[in-house]
């Protein structure tokens, strides 16, 4: 079930192209990346990991890609999404877990990435 929240297909144009690669480490648990167009020639891409494993992490996450994808078209920026999100994985998890998130996007036109990392990894581009 997990698996059904992952794109169907990834970005592979002159402007972005884009690979995933997905290795559970048990059954489920909460990791998560996707990529989501978006209107004006842009498009956000994220790299989630929610804190712990098994089936609380992966609920929480669910929870989380239907929040993103909710509030990516009404923020206003990135900081703002950010917020909105985390106030929701507040309330989701009551403090009892985290989740460390890579969130940018990218605009085709401008040729320009805005991004925030909150507790993720570093990240990596590749030109």
């Known amino acids: 079930m997990q698996t059904l929240?992952?794109?169907k297909?990834?970005?592979?144009?002159?402007?972005?192209?884009?690979?995933?690669?997905?290795?559970?480490?048990s059954e489920a648990g909460g990791d998560y990346y996707d990529v989501?167009?978006?209107?004006g020639g842009r498009t956000a891409f994220c790299i989630v990991d929610v804190s712990g494993k098994g089936i609380s992490a992966a609920l929480l996450m669910?929870?989380?890609?239907?929040?993103l994808r909710a509030l990516i078209n009404v923020a206003g920026s990135l900081e703002e999404l950010i917020q909105l999100c985390n106030n929701k994985v507040i309330e989701s998890?009551?403090?009892?877990?985290y989740i460390t998130l890579?969130?940018?996007?990218?605009?085709?036109?401008?040729?320009?990435?805005?991004?925030?990392n909150c507790g993720h990894q570093?990240?990596?581009?590749?030109s």
């Open 5 to 7: 929240l992952f794109p």
């Open 36 to 39: 989501i167009p978006l209107s």
């Open 62 to 67: 669910a929870n989380f890609q239907a929040n």
């Open 93 to 97: 998890a009551n403090f009892e877990k």
């Open 9 to 25: 297909s990834l970005p592979n144009t002159s402007s972005l192209k884009v690979t995933a690669l997905n290795l559970p480490h």
């Open 102 to 116: 890579f969130v940018a996007i990218y605009d085709h036109n401008q040729n320009e990435l805005t991004y925030i």
């Open 122 to 126: 570093p990240h990596i581009l590749q």
